[in-house]
């Protein structure tokens, strides 16, 4: 039976974000009056941090964008470049990122990420393409900051360098059990570039974003122990 507007207001006002989410979930139509409680939440979020959750409310209202001119209003009125503060120390324009997070696009936000990444180390590495693991300890924290968060927010919090981190962390520091539990690697076969990995969120957390092993583990080692992520927020 469908939810009503009010039932669907309490809960996603008042509930913990658990709650929150399986809310959502049920959400399997949208039609005028959810997105109207969706906007009005969003709304009601804007001076705080983002969060998990009105990571996903954006995320339905951007799928609804197209279809329904006042959402598509609203979002270009009161989130022209999303959710997520676009902090950059380097002048680094993240909004194409966040155009093709938003577009769950995940396979070609994770080539892009990998090319800003080369921009914050500088233009050797922009025409090299890959890193050297010596150049990301000086690395801004706000760009990495700014990276991550969208990536989390954009993917329910599973996909991110710092989800990747606390898995790491929690196998503590051990490779060879982080590489299956993230999806890169089964048995004694990596998975294979792009076709091999999943490009959507059904992918085990932090499968997203990738860091190529060729050239060993020392430029993901140095992401994941970047001071960004030990650092209060
Ligand atoms: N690839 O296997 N990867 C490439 C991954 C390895 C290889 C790109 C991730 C293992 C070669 C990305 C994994 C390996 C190329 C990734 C993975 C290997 C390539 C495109 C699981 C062989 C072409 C961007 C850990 C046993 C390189 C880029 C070239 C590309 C990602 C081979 C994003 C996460 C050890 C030969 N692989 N990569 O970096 O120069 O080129 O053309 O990790």
């Known amino acids: ?6 039932e669907l207001r309490s809960g996603l006002f008042g509930a913990s974000e658990k709650a929150q989410f399986q809310l959502l979930e049920t959400l399997t139509q949208g039609g005028e009056t959810v997105w109207q409680v969706l906007m009005e939440f969003l709304l ?7 969060s998990l959750i009105s990571g996903k409310v954006y995320q339905i209202l951007y799928q609804a964008h197209p279809t329904d001119e006042k959402v598509g209003t609203f979002l270009k009125t009161h989130f022209p470049t999303g959710i997520v503060p676009l902090k950059s120390d380097t002048g680094i324009d ?29 233009s050797s590495a922009v025409q090299r393409k890959w890193l050297y693991f010596s150049e990301i300890e000086r690395f801004p924290i706000a760009d990495l900051k700014t990276i991550d968060t ?10 991110g360098y710092s989800v990747q981190r606390e898995l790491w962390l929690g196998v503590n520091k051990n490779w060879d059990k982080l590489w299956p539990k993230i999806g890169w690697r089964e048995g004694r ?17 932090g499968h997203l974003p990738l860091s190529n092993q060729l050239r060993g583990v020392r430029v993901i080692e140095a992401l994941l122990s970047h001071k960004a992520w030990s650092q209060p927020q």
């Not at 039976?1 to 009010?6: E, I, K, L, Q």
């Not at 009601?44 to 983002?50: C, G, L, R, V």
């Not at 990122?97 to 769950?104: F, I, K, M, P, S």
């Not at 076969?189 to 957390?205: C, E, V």
Request: proline share 9%; hydrophobic share 35%; glycine share 4%.
């Open 94 to 122: 993240y909004i194409p990122l966040q155009t093709l997070l938003a577009q769950q696009d995940f396979l070609e936000a994770d080539k892009l990420s990998v090319q800003k990444l080369c921009e914050l180390a500088g």
């Open 150 to 159: 969208l990536w989390r927010i954009h993917s329910e919090g599973k996909f």
């Open 189 to 205: 076969n990596w998975t294979r570039y792009p076709q091999g990995f999943t490009w959507d969120l059904t992918a085990p957390k």
């Open 1 to 6: 039976p469908a939810m009503s507007a009010d």
């Open 44 to 50: 009601k979020q804007q001076s705080n941090p983002p």
